[in-house]
């Protein structure tokens, strides 16, 4: 199906007001929703607009729900994950027997099924504490490691490498004697690009700038002690930063101030203060005009398996994808130089349409009127969407370690 075609398709249900509690089709969340929509159904080629319409619309409406659903599990929980088959529905994964019944959650937009697994051998942590004891011995035994995914309900972990299908072939036995070393099922994921840090030298108009070195802006904080404002952006971008935006309607730029940074194994987030102009609670969506930006109205310490989030990059501009680990580890690419081995405690987001380049460092990271973390490393083949294969984002809840909130 063309583009043209199926963007008036969407345009067409958004218009009619399908089922779901939808925006309007010609407001910046209604151009969020298209363009979601558009991803959604290229994947999902067996499921209609109007029931991705649907679905979409859903997952911002059990966000609350699913946090509670972590919390009533904490001493048990394997895993937490928004499914697509047979339908959308979200999976509780539980270490132990004891057994627990399944129940609905019922939004505005639909009632969704809470599948609840029990009989797993490990919690999310126990698992996750089984791969940071043995990630010094990957890494000596696995050449180009650029990241791990874990599966804690499947008792696997995938390690994505530089090295091709072929040099994968090669490793089989050293997989093998690690999976008896950890206790857990381990595949390797070839062809796979390194996690680099987001900020490069470009041409043309950026967010945040220094000489020709471009960033992005992420969400505006207060400091608790202090109450001072600000905005933050990723540490490993430049000190000094001059703001811009993008013109419309008119030019401005100010120079911003440094105050604090962590830049290491499970942060990547610094703030400055904006002198006498004020910082708002908004973002660029998909449009970038002043008139028309993003109203961010929560924010969540972090993100869900299966949630569909966005970002606007200096470069990229607006792309979406789907988060496929809570729990990501980049490799060895993170602190200062990216020489330190990094925690596995980064969001991992993939996509056909997804888009990621350098001078997307610092982007926030969105989903409707919900913010989840800013943008710090990617691996990309390119500007073009189709071409990145994966963003790696600091989860919003990190910020508090330099005594911020939202501001």
């Not at 910046?28 to 979409?56: C, F, N, W």
């Not at 904080?221 to 419309?248: E, F, M, Q, S």
């Not at 310490?301 to 809570?326: N, P």
């Not at 969001?347 to 990271?365: N, Q, T, Y």
Request: aromatic share 6%; charged share 20%; net charge negative.
């Amino acid at each position: 199906m063309k583009w043209s075609f199926l963007g008036c398709s969407i345009l067409l249900y958004l218009s009619a007001n399908a089922a779901a509690q939808v925006p309007d089709p010609d407001s910046d969340l209604g151009g969020e929703m298209q363009a979601l929509v558009k991803s959604y159904v290229t994947e999902h080629p067996g499921v209609t607009i109007d029931d991705a319409i649907t679905r979409l619309a859903v997952q911002t409406e059990i966000l609350q729900s699913m946090e509670d659903l972590r919390k009533e599990f904490a001493g048990r929980l394997t895993g937490l994950s928004i499914q697509q088959v047979p339908d959308q529905h979200v999976l509780v994964e539980l270490k132990g027997s004891e057994p627990v019944n399944d129940r609905i959650l019922r939004t505005a937009s639909g009632n969704t099924r809470v599948v609840i697994v029990t009989g797993h051998k490990h919690t999310e942590d126990e698992f996750y504490e089984i791969v940071d004891k043995h990630r010094d011995l990957l890494y000596r035994t696995i050449p180009g490691i650029t990241g791990f995914i874990g599966e804690p309900g499947k008792d696997r972990l995938v390690i994505h490498i530089e090295g091709n299908e072929e040099k994968a072939e090669e490793l089989t036995l050293t997989v093998r004697k690690l999976e008896h070393v950890l206790g857990l099922a381990i595949s390797l994921r070839p062809n796979m690009s390194k996690s680099l840090n987001m900020v490069n030298y470009i041409n043309g108009g950026a967010v945040l700038q220094n000489n020709n070195s471009f960033c992005t802006t992420g969400f505006p904080v207060k400091h608790t002690a202090t109450g001072r404002k600000g905005i933050t952006t990723a540490a490993h971008c430049p000190d000094a930063l001059i703001y811009g935006n993008y013109g419309y309607p008119s030019k401005f730029s100010t120079p911003l101030t440094f105050v604090d940074a962590i830049d290491d194994a499970s942060h990547d987030v610094q703030w400055h203060t904006t002198g006498a102009y004020p910082t708002l609670r908004s973002v660029y969506g998909t449009s970038t005009s002043d008139y028309n930006t993003r109203s961010i109205m929560y924010m969540w310490t972090g993100a869900e398996v299966g949630q569909e989030l966005c970002f606007r990059g200096v470069r990229t501009e607006w792309s979406c994808g789907k988060v496929v680990s809570i729990k990501w580890n980049p490799g060895i690419a993170c602190g200062p130089g990216q020489a330190l081995p990094c925690a596995s405690t980064w969001i991992r987001v993939e996509g056909a349409a997804l888009a990621c380049a350098p001078g997307d460092s610092g982007a926030a990271v969105v989903r409707g009127n919900n913010g989840h973390g800013i943008v710090s490393k990617a691996n990309s083949k390119g500007v073009l969407k189709g071409e990145c294969d994966g963003i790696t984002i600091m989860p919003w809840g990190k910020i508090s370690e330099l005594g911020l909130t939202s501001g």
